[in-house]
């Protein structure tokens, strides 16, 4: 692993466009958690003031057909009602599978954002940082071009 790499090698940042065109609730994508021990979610406003609802799901299945299990929720009425404003949801390994057992659900690998914004024109930027890595490695923030 190179030392000019190294937090490249040791944490996992991947951002997802948050613009759904309605007022349901959306993914935002899957992601592992097996190497990982926490993540930290954030939802950056483009676009728009309207109420957000932001909460991270676990499931056992990397596309989430099986059974989701609700891990944590952010309910934000007034904010972030401003281009540029940040909200942040941080989840560890511990409350992932706290809220399995819970939930009845023997073990969860991957969690989703899933995010309701309350106007279908509003629109942000989703963003995953998986932190606490167990098996550091090159570009596990790796760069993505269309």
């Known amino acids: 692993m190179s030392e000019a790499n190294k937090l490249r090698a040791n ?30 979610v954030g939802f950056t406003r483009t676009v728009g003031t309207s109420a957000l609802t932001l909460r ?43 809220a399995a057992r819970a939930a009845g659900v023997d073990e969860v690998r991957y969690v989703t954002a899933v995010y309701s914004l309350a106007t279908a024109t509003d629109e942000g930027i989703i963003t995953y940082l998986r932190g606490e890595c167990k098996r550091p490695q090159e570009d596990l923030t790796a760069d993505i071009v269309a």
Request: charged share 30%; net charge negative.
């Open 56 to 98: 991270l799901m676990a499931n056992a299945d990397s596309a989430g057909g099986g059974t989701d299990v609700a891990v944590k929720t952010k309910t934000i009425s007034s904010e972030p009602d401003a281009v540029g404003d940040q909200v942040w949801l941080e989840v560890n390994e511990g409350e992932i599978k706290e």
């Open 11 to 40: 944490l996992a940042l991947k951002n997802f466009d948050a613009d759904p065109d309605a007022t349901t609730e959306t993914e935002a994508g899957w992601v592992d958690m097996r190497d990982f021990g926490s993540i930290l």
